[in-house]
């Protein structure tokens, strides 16, 4: 028993360690404490935010509630499913873990794995694939809205300088620039139409993007409007930063790709090698499941390997 305890122990700390090397950096913490410090004065009342949590609360169904219940923290959950622009509910997120998780597990019994290893990798399937999906989701929509952001702000600045107010130049741009900053412009547009401030709209807009980028775009708006000035030179010299933001951004994914490679390469080469021989030959391994001796050094490698693979995520990781 003590040796199942100790592997299980091993894919814990294995499944915390990369959890952890693939969330956000400490300095993108910080820079988001940042922004929500300066932007604090522009935020929405309490009255407007107790109203959204009602609204969102009644267009819950009876699974999503169940599920909700089951969280710890559904609301962030629930942010992070409409960041990826699709309709997902927090109901069809915890059946499609659930599905996972006991799929996962009766492919693992059906291998002939023990049943407490198997308890935990499907577990951490059913818990770690649809999250990384969500956070590939999430990551693939705001690399599409950041690459054609800048042009959309040199949009806005053109229709400043030809005299249309800024909340018909938000609708134009809304209309010529594609998704998925189209669609967000397009809803900053629906709501000010609807009566909603301009600090409200764009800041609903930015708690939904959850990208620096657009809070930058947030922050010049409202301080330029208490300060004074030119808005369309503002904005102008806004769009050349953003540009050069990423710019510098792919040059250190360009010197950062040959150590992320070869990171890749070396820590799944084991597993792979592992997964090849259980498929042809698989009581050459059985003894990792069975021997105290083969348990215990698989655990202590998978530990080793997993401090290895998240001190070299940390070291190729910068925050800009």
């Known amino acids: ?60 169904t009876a699974l999503d509630s ?37 799929a996962a597990m009766l492919l693992l ?28 989701l999430i990551a693939r929509r705001v690399t599409r809205f950041t690459a054609k952001f800048p042009d959309a702000i040199e949009l806005l600045v ?13 609708g134009v741009v809304g209309t010529e620039v594609p998704d998925p900053v189209g669609e967000e412009f397009r809803a900053v547009a ?10 409200a709209a764009l800041q609903e807009t930015a708690e939904r993007l959850g990208t620096p980028e657009f809070q930058f775009f947030c922050i010049t708006l409202a301080i330029q409007r208490e300060t004074g000035g030119n808005m369309a030179e503002t904005l102008s010299n806004l769009a050349d930063v953003l540009r050069k933001r990423a ?4 040059k250190i994914r360009a010197l950062s790709s040959e150590s992320k490679a070869s990171a890749y390469i070396v820590g799944a080469l084991p597993f792979i090698v592992f997964a090849l021989i259980w498929m042809v ?8 499941f069975k021997e105290t001796r083969l348990m215990i050094a698989g655990s202590v490698g998978i530990i080793w390997m997993s401090i290895g693979g998240f001190i070299m995520a940390r070291m190729v990781r910068f925050e800009i």
């Open 1 to 60: 028993m003590l040796p199942l305890i100790l592997v299980a122990a091993a894919a814990t700390l294995c499944f915390c360690l990369v959890f952890l090397a693939l969330s956000g950096p400490a300095g993108g913490r910080a820079q988001g404490r940042r922004l929500q410090a300066v932007r604090a004065r522009h935020a929405t009342s309490a009255d407007a935010q107790q109203l959204r949590r009602a609204v969102a609360a009644r267009s819950d």
């Open 66 to 102: 169940w599920v909700a219940r089951l969280l710890p923290r559904p609301d962030a959950l629930r942010q992070r499913l409409g960041r990826t622009g699709r309709s997902w509910t927090l109901g069809q997120y915890g059946i499609a873990s659930g599905v996972l998780a006991v």
């Open 109 to 136: 019994r059906l291998e002939g794995v023990p049943m407490l290893i198997a308890l935990l990798l499907g577990l951490a399937i059913g818990l770690g694939v649809p999250h990384q999906l969500v956070s590939f």
């Open 158 to 170: 053109r229709g400043l300088r030809s005299g249309l107010p800024i909340s018909e130049t938000l």
């Open 190 to 199: 629906d709501r000010i139409k609807i009566g909603r401030t301009m600090d």
């Open 247 to 250: 710019q510098m951004k792919l």
């Open 281 to 288: 030959s698989s009581d050459y391994l059985a003894g990792f």
